[in-house]
C-alpha cells in the first residue's frame, strides 16, 4: 500500500517498487491520480493546448510546472524538473486543459512563478534517482537512532531524495517546536548531503504512509482525498455517536475525515425536527427528550418522575404538543399520542432459497443423537439340580448365536470384534458343560453339601 518506488518495471527506467507492474490490488500504483475525462476531446479550432502539466512525486506529492519547451508529454513520462538547487525527476501524471482546473481548486496561479520542465529524463537522470531512492530506508534508521541520542522529541517519519540526490528531505511530526540545529549538522556529517527538516501534521504523515482503516479499505487521505478539513466531535454528536476517542479515531490519531461525508446529510434531516432540548408539559408531569430517530421521524420521551419509562412520539405531534404549551394548556398525558406498536411493527419476510444453496432455517430442528449400541449378550447362569438345564440347547446354538451376533454387529463392528465375541461365547459354554456333567456325574457329593 501506498507504494514509495511503484513502477511498472525496469523497461522504462523507473525504480523498482511493488512488482506488481501497476496492477496492485489497491490501487496504490495509481495513488492520487485524476481521471482525465476531456482526453478523447479535441480543443476548438485556433485554440493552444494549456502549457502546464502535473508531475507526482514520491507518496503523492504533486506539483504543477510549465511545458516551456513545447515538449510533447502524456501521462506516465519521466520528466527532469526545475528544483532548487538542481533539479528533480517525477512522473506526468495529468495533461491538457484538466490541468487549468486542478490549478484552480489549488488556488495556483498561472504567472511566471511556476516552475517549468527542463527535459525528459535520460537514462543517466534515472540511474542516479534510482541510487537515491535507494538510500533512503537506511538514512531513515540511522536519522532516528541520532534523533534519539539527541533526546529529541520528534519522529521522522520519512526521506525523500532530490531527483539529482543533491538534497534529501526530512519529514518529521513533532507536538512542540524542536531545535533540530545540531541534529542537522549530524545529519550532514553522517550523509554527506544536503539536508532539509520539514514539519508535517499527523493527517499529512498518513497520508504519505498510508495504511488500511477500520472500514477495511486504503486510507482515503493516501488514495483520493487532497484537502484536510477540520473535524469536530460536533460532527460525532449530530450522528448519535458515541464519543469513545479508540472508535472515532482514525491512524494519525485523529478523528477521522469521515465523519464529515454524512453530516451534511444529518444537518438537513435535523432540521425537520424539534430540538433536543425539548420539553413538553402535561398534567402528569413535564417530559424530557430521551432519544431521536432522525430517519424515522420519531422522539422518546419521559417523565420526570419516571426516567425508566419512554413514550415514543412522532415528531410532527410533538411540535402539535409545542403549539398547545405555547397557549400555556398542557395535555393530559403522552399516552395519548404515542405511537403504536402494530402500527410501526415490522413485516415478517419470508426468505427464499434463490441461488439453490440449503434452507436458511436448516439449523433450527436440533440434530437427532445416535443411539450407540452398546448391548453385550448375558452370561449364561450357572444350572442347579431343581432347573431344567438349558446348556444343551445353548451348546447346539453357541455357533448360531454368534453368527446371529456378528450378522447384527457386522455393519458396526470390525472383523476382530466379531471373533472376540464368538470365542467369548465359546468359553462360557464350555464351562458350563464341565459343571453339569461334575455334578451329573457325583450326584452323592452333591446331596452332602
Not at 262 to 280: G, H, Q, R, S, V
Not at 414 to 440: C, E, F, H, Q, V
Amino acid at each position: 500500500m501506498a507504494c514509495t518506488n511503484c513502477s511498472t518495471g525496469s523497461k522504462d527506467g523507473s525504480p523498482k517498487g511493488c512488482k506488481n507492474n501497476g496492477t496492485c490490488g489497491t490501487d496504490s500504483c495509481n495513488k492520487l491520480t485524476v481521471f482525465d475525462w476531456l482526453s478523447n476531446m479535441s480543443l476548438p479550432g485556433g485554440q493552444a493546448p494549456f502549457d502546464c502539466v502535473e508531475v507526482r512525486f514520491k507518496n503523492g506529492r504533486k506539483e504543477f510546472y510549465r511545458n516551456t519547451e513545447g515538449l510533447t508529454l502524456s501521462i506516465g513520462d519521466i520528466v527532469a524538473t526545475e528544483a532548487s538547487p538542481g533539479h528533480d525527476i517525477g512522473i506526468v501524471s495529468l495533461t491538457g486543459e484538466l490541468v487549468k482546473i486542478q490549478m484552480k481548486k489549488k488556488r495556483t496561479k498561472d504567472d511566471s512563478e511556476v516552475a517549468k520542465i527542463y527535459r525528459k529524463a535520460s537514462q543517466r537522470d534515472i540511474d542516479i534517482w534510482r541510487q537515491a531512492r535507494d538510500r533512503e530506508e537506511p538514512m531513515k534508521v540511522t536519522a532516528r537512532e541520532l534523533a534519539i541520542r539527541l533526546n529529541l522529541e520528534m519522529k521522522i517519519s520519512d526521506i525523500e531524495f532530490q531527483g539529482d540526490a543533491s538534497k534529501a528531505t526530512f519529514y518529521y511530526t513533532a507536538s512542540d517546536r524542536v531545535d533540530f540545529r545540531q541534529l542537522i549538522k549530524d545529519f550532514a556529517r553522517e550523509f554527506g548531503t544536503r539536508i532539509e527538516m520539514k514539519q508535517v501534521g499527523f493527517r499529512q504523515e498518513a497520508a504519505r504512509l498510508g495504511g488500511v482503516g477500520s472500514c477495511g479499505r486504503e486510507l482515503c487521505c493516501s488514495t483520493w482525498l487532497t484537502d484536510f478539513r477540520s473535524v469536530n466531535t460536533s460532527a460525532a454528536r449530530y450522528q448519535q455517536l458515541s464519543l469513545n476517542p479508540q472508535k472515532l479515531a482514525g491512524q494519525c490519531g485523529k478523528l477521522k475525515c469521515c465523519l464529515n461525508y454524512e453530516l451534511d446529510t444529518y444537518l438537513d434531516a435535523i432540521k425537520e425536527l424539534p430540538d433536543l432540548d425539548t420539553k413538553l408539559y402535561t398534567e402528569k408531569g413535564d417530559a424530557y427528550c430521551q432519544k431521536v430517530d432522525i430517519f424515522k421521524g420519531n422522539m422518546w420521551f419521559a417523565y420526570a418522575k419516571d426516567n425508566a419509562h419512554w413514550h415514543m412520539i412522532n415528531a410532527e405531534q410533538v411540535k402539535e404538543i409545542l403549539e398547545i404549551n405555547k397557549r400555556k394548556e398542557r395535555i393530559a398525558s403522552l399516552e395519548e399520542y404515542v405511537v403504536e406498536e402494530a402500527a410501526d411493527a415490522v413485516v415478517e419476510k419470508n426468505f427464499e432459497n434463490a441461488v439453490g444453496q440449503d434452507s436458511l432455517t436448516r439449523f433450527d430442528a436440533p440434530k437427532r443423537k445416535k443411539r450407540q449400541n452398546n448391548r453385550r449378550k448375558k452370561p449364561a447362569v450357572a444350572n442347579d439340580g431343581n432347573k431344567p438345564n438349558t446348556n444343551a440347547k445353548a451348546k447346539g446354538k453357541g455357533s448360531d448365536n454368534a453368527n446371529d451376533n456378528n450378522t447384527k454387529q457386522g455393519g458396526r463392528n470390525n472383523s476382530g470384534r466379531n471373533t472376540n465375541s464368538k470365542n467369548r461365547n465359546n468359553r462360557n459354554t464350555n464351562k458350563n458343560t464341565n459343571k453339569n456333567n461334575n455334578r451329573n456325574a457325583n450326584p452323592n457329593n452333591e446331596d452332602k453339601k
